[in-house]
């Protein structure tokens, strides 16, 4: 099930106006650990991302939409936070597209983008269900939806004490890669993948003051620690697998995917 903690929009627009533009150096700004963890999301997400024109959920100071930009990607962001979208509209300088808009009702018209992506906003959203059936509408037919999100893993609550971090004010529900995957087949997506975006707990990155001994351990270590999760699901695919869907006697056992 769900660890659930009642996200709420006011909860994140009141969060994400008093923290501004310390936000990025709350996490990725401090440590050369959280630089680094923002070099995987950033690469992970972009691996991911196929067409040319992206809608963006959740810009926060613009951290992924600069990047997004600059990989030459017809760039479209919304964000919640009215303060977090004037942030990154200076951050952007012009480029591309930021509108202050709630993602459970996107303010476009149907089959405008090629990739909606969400990177860990995913579980500060009252209602995910509500807006993978808006990204569904507003992909073109050969369109994706790429998800990263906080997982719902044992222990968390302990690492946090552990690593003497206050408890966050953000409210957020944690989910599983295999729940995120079953609700992107609930939006009519076909899951294409399911994995750990990182390889550790994201506080540990965020955390740690030099990153040797994290560069060193990444490429030789499984996922099964991550703690944040990233499922993509293809509008496509879906289609193509409703047409060509076997009847209920000749289906196999379903995909799996780790947690």
Sequence with gaps: ??????PSKKNAIDNYNSEGKNYDNIRYGRTKGGKFFSEIEL?????QIKGSKVLHIGTATGRVSAHLV???????????SGVMARITKEKLDGAGDVIQADAEHLPFTADAFDDVASVRSFHFLPHPEAFLDEAHRVLKRTGRVTVSFEKNVLGRETFRKLMNLPP?????????????ALM???????ALLARNVTKLPLLLYWRSKDDRILKGLHGKIPSLMGTVGMVVGSKESHLSASVNAPRRSETTSSTLFPS
């Design 43 to 47: 690469r992970k997400t972009l691996e």
């Design 168 to 180: 966050s004010t953000a409210k957020r529900t944690y989910y599983s890669n295999p729940q995120v």
């Design 70 to 80: 600059s990989s030459g990607f017809d760039y479209v962001g919304v964000e919640l």
């Design 1 to 6: 099930m769900k660890n659930k903690a009642t």
């Design 184 to 190: 992107m087949r609930g939006a009519r997506f076909e």
